[in-house]
Nanobody, 115 residues
Framework: QVQLVESGGGLVQPGGSLRLSCSAS????????MAWYRQAPGKQRELVAT???????GYGDSVKGRFTISRDNAKNMVDLQMNSVKPEDTAVYYC?????????WGKGILVTVSS
């Protein structure tokens, strides 16, 4: 089993920045893909950003150019730098990892963008 713990959420003003972190622990073998998803009230969970073990990244259209995903393979951590945030970025953000084909999710952390 792999446990994921997210941190860094909270309230941020429109146009501001926030950094989310996720730490993986437990019976980790070799994490391939790490990612962040989000789910806004009344909406489906959507992909925010992904990053492979080699560092290849991918982003959802709504966050391209504003958010940056990064990871530390040695520490089994993945971060999401959120810049120029908008009210529509308000959501619960979930960390995701894939370890040998097994998918693990964090419990989620709330990000609220509001003045």
């Amino acid at each position: 089993q792999v446990q994921l713990v997210e941190s860094g959420g909270g309230l941020v003003q429109p146009g501001g920045s926030l950094r989310l972190s996720c730490s993986a622990s437990g019976s980790i073998f070799s994490i391939s893909t790490m990612a962040w998803y989000r789910q806004a009230p009344g909406k489906q969970r959507e992909l925010v950003a992904t990053i492979t073990r080699g560092g290849t990244t991918g982003y959802g259209d709504s966050v391209k150019g504003r958010f940056t995903i990064s990871r530390d393979n040695a520490k089994n951590m993945v971060d999401l730098q959120m810049n120029s945030v908008k009210p529509e970025d308000t959501a619960v953000y979930y960390c995701y990892v894939n370890d040998r084909g097994y998918m693990y999710w964090g419990k989620g952390i709330l990000v609220t963008v509001s003045s």
